[in-house]
C-alpha cells in the first residue's frame, strides 16, 4: 500500500519515554537521508539537553515547565511561545519530511494552543510525518477515540501499543520504522 499523506505518531502517558520515542524516530529518519525538524514546547534553548548536538536545528522554545515550582514566566508568556512553537512547526512543514513536535500534547492539555489550532497544522502535512508528544491524551480519550488529534493518528502509543499502522494495512514506513 502506497502513502498518499505522511503519517502521525502520538507518544503520549504519563512514563518516561515519549521524547526518547520521537528522538528514536527522528534518528532512524535522519540515518535514512530524510529531513528533521524539531520544535519543543517546554523546553527552553539555556538548558542542557544533549540531543542538541544532533545533525538538525532543535527549536527549543518554551519557557520551562508549565505551573511546576520552577515556573518563573506568567501564563500570558507561555501562551505566547506556545503560539511561536505552533506557528515555527507550521514554517518547518513544507522543509522536512519528519516534524517533531514535541510536548505539544501537553501544552494543548494546559490550556496553552487549541487542539484545533494543532490539528490544523498537521492536517497541512502533505508527505511529511509528524510526530507530536506529550502527556494529555488521556486513557478515557485513548479507550472511546475521542480527541480529534487521537482520530487523525496513525499510531497512538501510551507504554503499549494503542494503534498501529499496520493496523490498517500500511507496512512499516523506512525511516520511521526501520
Request: hydrophobic share 40%.
Amino acid at each position: 500500500m502506497s502513502i498518499e499523506k505522511g503519517m502521525v505518531y502520538i507518544f503520549t502517558g504519563d512514563g518516561k519515554g515519549k521524547t526518547s520515542a520521537a528522538l528514536g524516530v527522528a534518528v532512524r529518519a535522519m540515518s535514512n537521508k530524510m529531513r528533521v525538524g524539531w520544535v519543543s514546547w517546554y523546553k527552553e534553548e539555556s538548558w542542557p539537553i544533549s540531543e542538541k548536538s544532533l545533525k538538525f536545528k532543535m527549536h527549543l522554545m518554551g519557557k520551562g515547565f508549565y505551573k511546576l515550582p520552577t515556573d518563573k514566566a506568567t501564563p500570558k508568556e507561555h501562551k505566547k511561545a506556545a503560539l511561536e512553537a505552533l506557528q515555527k512547526a507550521e514554517e518547518l512543514l513544507s522543509k522536512v519530511e519528519v516534524l517533531v513536535m514535541d510536548e505539544v500534547v501537553k501544552a494543548v492539555a494546559d490550556g496553552l494552543i487549541e487542539e484545533k489550532e494543532v490539528l490544523r497544522v498537521v492536517k497541512k502535512r502533505g508527505k511529511a510525518h509528524v510526530i507530536l508528544t506529550g502527556r494529555g491524551v488521556t486513557r478515557t480519550v485513548l479507550v472511546s477515540g475521542g480527541g480529534r488529534l487521537f482520530r487523525e493518528a496513525d499510531l497512538v502509543t501510551e507504554c503499549k501499543k494503542i494503534k498501529h499502522p499496520f493496523d490498517k494495512g500500511i507496512k512499516a514506513v523506512k525511516g520511521l520504522d526501520y
